[in-house]
């Protein structure tokens, strides 16, 4: 009966994923992820999230939804879990509740990496309880779908970059031959 309902779980943990990587692989813009991440891991995990698109002392605003079920998790914009989500931004390691790092927080925060970068840093609120080991895994495995999903649309914007800069020049070069 136990394992029986373990593999039910980990079927349903599995559609998840499934659903999160289909929907994330039709959505175009850093805030659209954004937003999209947001919204199923609050489903997903019954718990607040604010998510940090760049570094949050370099004056990147992060993006907050609060939970049904939490009453006010307006402490995870503060001061303080911003130092946090900037001290998991620069060292690219885990932070904060039920960890042996900045474990004063009421957040743990995780790094979004792809490729050797720091796309963003995720924080999900610890305020009624701690995240166990288990739903940390699960965690781990959404933010990687979501640093597909933002690896995917930085390159994009940066192909448009080189494409625009490609279309100035030819432009310039006309100029110059008329």
């Not at 079920?69 to 620069?90: L, P, R």
């Not at 790094?111 to 970068?117: E, N, R, T």
């Not at 930085?154 to 310039?172: A, H, I, N, T, Y």
Request: aromatic share 8%.
């Amino acid at each position: 009966k136990t394992q029986a309902e373990m593999a039910m779980e980990r079927e349903q943990r599995t559609d998840a994923l499934y659903e999160i990587n289909k929907r994330l692989l039709g959505t175009r813009g850093t805030n659209n992820i954004v937003d999209l991440s947001n919204s199923y891991i609050v489903s997903l995990f019954g718990r607040s999230v604010i998510f940090y698109p760049s570094d949050p002392m370099g004056g990147a605003r992060g993006s907050f939804l609060q939970a049904a079920g939490e009453e006010d998790s307006s402490f995870m914009k503060s001061i303080s879990e911003q130092a946090v989500a900037h001290w998991v931004f620069v060292n690219e390691k885990p932070a904060g509740s039920g960890t042996d790092t900045l474990m004063g927080a009421g957040c743990f925060y995780m790094p979004i990496i792809s490729q050797g970068l720091v796309l963003g840093v995720i924080g999900v609120s610890c305020a009624q309880s701690k995240l166990d080991s288990e739903k940390r895994f699960f965690l781990e495995m959404v933010i990687s779908l979501v640093a597909t999903a933002l690896e995917r649309q930085r390159l994009s914007d940066s192909q448009r970059g080189l494409l625009v800069e490609s279309e100035k020049e030819k432009m310039r070069g006309n100029l110059l031959r008329a």
